[in-house]
């Protein structure tokens, strides 16, 4: 089976623009986290949607947005692109949105705003 | 905000050798996991403990959860190259999936 799924791998974007991500979780996974890693630090939880809504979000502004479709896929978006928004950005699934859940990661989208 | 920080931060030894990471946080957590994470890749569970005082093997590495739930450390033995990698302790509060992450150790073991 495919493990988590995120396109694209790779983006050069310049300030001001906007991005989208996509992320595809393990068929059967109803729960969906992003999370970004800036270089040489762990990664930052952003938010986290479970049956298509959204269950926690964390202390980012409100230039990043997300939501989950039906077929529990996933799209990070974030307006007006900073330099600061350099990162990996990490997509995670799980069965459930319950405590202890394995978290299972993609392999992210490397952003590079210049 | 609940903080998780992790020593040392960067460890470079030779083959063979043992070494300690330690995850300490002034914050109680529900559980603990401990991630590896090689570039390129996200980040691969390794174990989750839950648990205080509770220690979990996995071939030659030895994770422990604190008494009180709040630190948490990764010893390795016997390093061997193929462990070189980035490792992530992640504190879950009880609240759903969301982690907290320390900053991670980076591990490089010579030959």
């Known amino acids: 089976d495919a493990g988590v799924t995120q396109s694209p791998t790779h983006l050069i974007k310049t300030r001001g623009q906007h991005v989208t991500l996509r992320c595809s979780p393990i068929s059967g996974h109803k729960s969906v986290s992003w999370y970004q890693q800036v270089l040489g630090q762990g990664p930052q939880f952003i938010f986290q949607y479970y049956e298509k809504e959204e269950r926690g979000r964390g202390n980012f502004p409100d230039r990043f947005s997300a939501r989950q479709f039906p077929n529990y896929s996933s799209e990070l978006n974030v307006n007006a692109l900073l330099l600061g928004d350099s990162a990996l950005y990490l997509c995670?699934?799980?069965?459930?949105?319950?405590?202890?859940?394995?978290?299972?990661f993609g392999s992210g989208t490397q952003l590079s705003v210049l | 905000t609940q903080l998780l920080e992790q020593s040392p931060q960067f460890l470079s030894i030779q083959e063979g050798e043992n070494l300690t990471v330690y995850c300490n946080s002034s914050?109680?957590?529900?559980?603990l996991q401990w991630y590896r994470q090689e570039p390129g890749e996200g980040p691969v569970l390794l174990v989750t403990?839950?648990?205080?005082?509770e220690v979990k093997k996995l071939k030659r590495l030895t994770f422990q959860f604190g008494d009180a739930r709040k630190d948490s450390s990764l010893h390795i033995t016997a390093a061997q190259p193929g462990d070189t990698g980035l490792y992530l302790c992640a504190g879950e509060d009880g609240a759903g999936n969301m982690l907290t992450f320390g900053g991670g150790t980076r591990l490089m073991v010579k030959p």
């Open positions: 914050s109680v957590f529900s559980s």
């Open positions: 403990v839950v648990t205080g005082g």
């Open positions: 995670a699934s799980s069965l459930e949105d319950s405590n202890n859940e394995k978290l299972f």
